[in-house]
């Protein structure tokens, strides 16, 4: 699950940053995002805002990359990638609550 920093927090910023996010580290460009949470992951002891998308219709259109950078593409289900969360702990968890929150319905969470 891709992620960066947002530079520019409109609404637009905050897409084309995911757009550019989701070429860089998978490859992939998505026709349309849908906003799935956005959430304070520490309140109170970070201001950092993390915003959710989904990505959609998916087609591959990788950008340049720097030398000796490679990207393998990893495809799993859901169910697949929720089973790997459950076995490996490793995974980030804002990715994670992502993963059960489009689990619970697909649906943005406001």
């Keep these: 699950m ?3 920093k ?3 927090s409109t609404p637009d910023g905050i897409l084309k940053q995911a757009q550019t996010e989701l070429r ?3 490859g ?3 026709r349309r995002f849908e906003k799935l949470l956005n ?7 970070i201001a950092h805002k993390v ?8 087609e591959w259109d990788p950008s340049e990359m720097e030398d000796g950078e490679e990207i393998q593409v990893h495809t799993f289900t859901l ?7 459950r076995e490996d702990y490793r995974y980030d968890p804002e990715a994670a609550l ?5 689990r619970a319905g697909g649906r943005s969470f406001d």
């Design 79 to 85: 169910d697949e990638a929720l089973a790997a969360k």
């Design 39 to 45: 959430l304070y992951s520490h309140p109170g002891y």
């Design 2 to 4: 891709p992620d960066g």
């Design 24 to 26: 860089e580290e998978t």
């Design 28 to 30: 992939f460009r998505a």
């Design 98 to 102: 992502a993963m059960w929150l489009y």
């Design 51 to 58: 915003h959710l998308l989904v990505a959609y219709d998916l």
């Design 6 to 8: 947002a530079i520019e």
